[in-house]
Structure formats: C-alpha cells, structure tokens
C-alpha cells in the first residue's frame, strides 16, 4: 500500500517507520527532520532498532492509497486543505482530542477513518525516533460500524507487524481515549512529572475527576461511558506507561503550543453541566500557552 503520514514528528515517524519495513511510505513534516530522513534514512532506537529510508519531504504528494494524519489537533484545518488537492482513497486520524475527523471530513472526498494509538514515541535528533513502548492502535468507521476500507487499512498496519484492532465502536473509543488524556495529560504537564506518578500522589484524584467529567459529558453525547470505565482506563494507562512523559508534558517541555483546546477544552465546551475540574486544567494551561513567551 502507498500511504502517507501527514505529521511526522515523533508518533508519525515511528508508525511510518515501522510501516515503511512493509509499505511504500512518504513522510511529510518539518526540517531539519524529513532532510535528515530523506538524506540518511530514519533510525529507529529503543524498545525495537532499525533503520528504514521511507520518502521525506515537506509537502503533501499528489496521490496516495491512504493518508495517516498525525498532526497536532489544531494544525488538523490546514493538514485538511492541503489533502484536499491530493488524490485519496481514504484518510485515518491518530490524533488526539475530538473533532478532528469531522474537520477533514469536511474537506475531503474520500472515507475518513478514526483510530487511537497507545504506541510511545519521542523523536530524539532530526532522523531518529525514539520507541519508548510497544501499544495498539484501534480504527475504524468513525460513525461506527464496519467497512472494506477500515479492514484494508488494518491489513495494511498488521501486515508491518503493528499491533491493530478494526472497531466497530469508535465513537465509543474516541470518547474513552479523551477521558484518559483529559485525565492524564494536562496534569502531568502542569505538574512537570512522568505518567506515573499519578498513581500515588495527590494528583490521582485530579486526574480521576477529570475522567469522571469526561464520561458524564459522552453520556450527554449518548455515548455509554460509565465514570468507573473512564477512571480504570486512566490507572491502566497510568500503569502501562509509567516511564513516559505525556504528549502535553513534551510540549510544555519544549515551550510549544499544546492541544489543551480539543481536550480538556473540549471536554468544557461540549459539557451542559458544569464540569470544574477539566475547566481548571483547561484555564490553567492556556494561561501557560500565553504566557510561555514573555
């Protein structure tokens, strides 16, 4: 399959990485990143070690299979646009936050695919990717049900040796994926600390009630999320990636823009009844965002 990730910064690069020992890949992103990549090959180092040399350029190609959209939630509008003049046959989001997949619905002609990724990945130097843990992803319909193109797209995945799950409930697990990073992410980037230490401070029950409003806000939405689900999704995560710094905490590591806005932001816009804590969060990191330049 000919695919393109749209976004390849450290997630986008290890799965295109890893789908490129099977697939023809191009990946699209920034320099010095894809001019290293492009020059060198990508490296792959950690929990698995290879080197593969997908294409690497800064501008989406004319035509493609499929396109992988890995970009931050509010970079999705203009990633949208730019897809619109390139030949598709379908799209996934592996993104983060809500709302992505009706933004690129809205532009472009071909299927849109929903997916979550518990795959970790840091990007080191410009041509090397870090693999700090071996995850799943989940896609599918993002109305739910089933569809020939979401099974060709998780052939394609297992094909290079990618965990992967074709859902027929992906509103469900969209919902479950933003009661975890509703729960872990702004925390951990406010408080400066590894995935686990929410399990044994002061922080579990912030993170805990953060989740807790998330599903109360799907359930308004006629999503079936129970607050215990939300919250033993939050301590699975917690405890299956204890060692790894949250997207949110790498970005407020690094002084970037977050995507407070399509989660706990979301959580808040979307909610009809008060919901304090993501509020909070929410406040409090855009405050950061700011503020971080002065």
């Not at 990143?33 to 492009?38: D, I, M, R």
């Not at 919250?231 to 407070?260: F, K, P």
Request: glycine share 10%.
């Amino acid at each position: 399959m000919d695919i393109v990730v749209v976004g390849a910064g450290s997630l986008g690069s290890l799965i295109g990485g890893l789908l490129a020992q099977e697939h023809d890949v191009t990946l699209v992103g920034r320099e010095p990143h894809v001019g290293s990549v492009s020059e060198n090959g990508l490296s792959v180092v950690g929990a698995e070690e290879f080197r593969v040399q997908p294409t690497a350029q800064t501008t989406v190609p004319a035509s493609t299979d499929l396109a992988l959209v890995t970009v931050k939630a509010y970079d999705t509008a203009a990633v949208a646009t730019d897809l619109a003049d390139c030949t598709l046959d379908a799209c996934l989001s592996l993104q983060n936050g809500m709302g992505n997949e009706e933004r690129l619905a809205a532009e472009l002609d071909c299927p849109v695919l929903a997916g979550t990724c518990s795959y970790g990945a840091r990007l080191r130097e410009p041509g090397t990717v870090a693999f700090t843990g071996r995850g799943e992803i989940v896609l599918g319909e993002r109305n739910g049900g089933r569809s020939a193109v979401a099974d060709d797209a998780g052939a394609a995945f297992r094909s290079a040796g990618i965990e992967t799950t074709v859902a027929t409930d992906m509103p469900t697990r969209l919902w479950e994926k933003l009661a975890v990073n509703a729960g872990i992410n702004a925390v951990t980037a406010l408080a400066r600390v590894e995935n686990g230490a929410l399990a044994d401070s002061q922080a579990d029950a912030v993170a805990a009630n953060a989740a807790r409003e998330t599903a109360a806000v799907a359930r308004e939405q006629g999503i079936e999320l129970s607050d215990e689900r939300a919250v033993s999704l939050v301590e699975r995560v917690v405890d299956d990636t204890a060692a790894n710094h949250s997207s949110m905490y790498q970005d407020v590591s690094d002084g970037q823009q977050t995507e407070i806005g399509a989660i706990n932001g979301y959580v808040a816009d979307a909610a009809t009844e008060p919901v304090p804590v993501n509020e909070t969060l929410a406040g409090l990191v855009r405050t950061w965002e700011r503020h971080r330049e002065r």
